[in-house]
């Protein structure tokens, strides 16, 4: 299967440094305290600028309520599940682009083969969660750097080693899809050759 169809990789610089520091402290403590509780939006943060930049550029606006840092612990893997409920666009990520640094990032997009889907709130960001039983891999992939990732597909994340993960993961306002925004990414000449 085409690997386009799920991420594409895109020359944006490392951010890790440019996030701020009482983000990554926040996940710190909820991990302490929660033993979970691993992402933070950036509703009262600034989303770094390199990355703002690169969604005004495509005539995009950066949105801070739906640009989240993310947060794994080693080994650790996501439920399967897509970031909020797809029948409310408004506050539904369908791709975004992903900054991954610490640990090891392999990707899993999955076909759900069933109807019913159970429905997360985190501090009111739902997620949209189902069964690995109920599902079928669709692709796999190990990903470096910043990459347009689709999100609209049912995937999870596993940390495939044994240090602490984070994932800055910045979305814009407008409703757009994927192959919109791959399109314009390649447009204006973001696509990563690899
Ligand atoms: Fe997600």
Not at 41 to 47: C, G, L, M, R
Not at 106 to 121: L, Q, R
């Amino acid at each position: 299967m085409n690997s386009q169809e799920f991420y594409i990789p895109l020359n944006l610089p490392d951010i890790s440094k440019d996030v701020p520091a009482t983000l990554v402290d926040a996940l710190n403590e909820n991990l302490k305290k929660f033993n979970l509780g691993r992402w933070v939006d950036f509703s009262d943060s600034p989303i770094p600028e390199a990355y703002s930049n690169f969604f005004y550029t495509l005539g995009l606006t950066p949105s801070n309520r739906k640009t989240e840092l993310f947060m794994q612990s080693g080994l650790e893997k996501h439920p399967i599940h897509l970031d909020g409920d797809p029948s409310n666009p408004e506050k539904f990520r369908p791709c975004a682009i992903n900054f991954p640094w610490g640990g090891k990032t392999i990707m899993e997009w999955y076909h759900y083969k069933n109807s019913t889907v159970k429905f997360e709130d985190f501090n009111g960001h739902l997620y949209t969660q189902v069964d690995e039983r109920d599902c079928e891999l669709l692709h796999r992939a190990v990903l470096t750097g910043a990459n347009l990732v689709n999100i609209s597909k049912y995937h999870t994340v596993f940390n495939a080693s044994v240090d602490r993960r984070y994932c800055l993961s910045v979305c814009c306002e407008e409703n757009i899809s994927y192959q919109e925004l791959a399109n314009l990414c390649h447009k204006y000449g973001y696509v990563r050759q690899q």
